[in-house]
Nanobody, 120 residues
Framework: QVQLLESGGGLVQVGGSLRLSCAASESGFSIGAVGWYRQAPGKKRELVAAITGGGATNYADFAKGRFKISRDSAKNAVHLQLNNLKPEDTAVYYC??????????????WGKGTQVTVSS
């Protein structure tokens, strides 16, 4: 069973940056569409950003202008660059992916999440 592996989370101060990465556990699995989600304690999971297999992107309003999703086809990975972080960005960030082109909510594969904590 293919697993998605997130990395890059951590503790950062307000205004800082982090780069999250999502890669597949098996080299034979080609990551297609990807969505990054986050869930803060006591809150519902929400979409942060998504990217199709062709590179088209979609962002939540809170992510526009601060976060950037991109894919590295050579490494079969998708990154989420988090800039100008705020305390309200503190959450567990999850990678969700499929091996298909188009993005849709709640695709087949999920990672276990990576913690992002922004201190004030």
């Amino acid at each position: 069973q293919v697993q998605l592996l997130e990395s890059g989370g951590g503790l950062v101060q307000v205004g800082g940056s982090l780069r999250l990465s999502c890669a597949a556990s098996e080299s034979g699995f080609s990551i297609g569409a990807v969505g990054w989600y986050r869930q803060a304690p006591g809150k519902k999971r929400e979409l942060v950003a998504a990217i199709t297999g062709g590179g088209a992107t979609n962002y939540a309003d809170f992510a526009k202008g601060r976060f950037k999703i991109s894919r590295d086809s050579a490494k079969n990975a998708v990154h989420l660059q988090l800039n100008n972080l705020k305390p309200e960005d503190t959450a567990v960030y999850y990678c969700n992916a499929g091996d298909h082109w188009d993005w849709y909510d709640d695709m087949h594969f999920w990672g276990k999440g990576t913690q992002v904590t922004v201190s004030s």
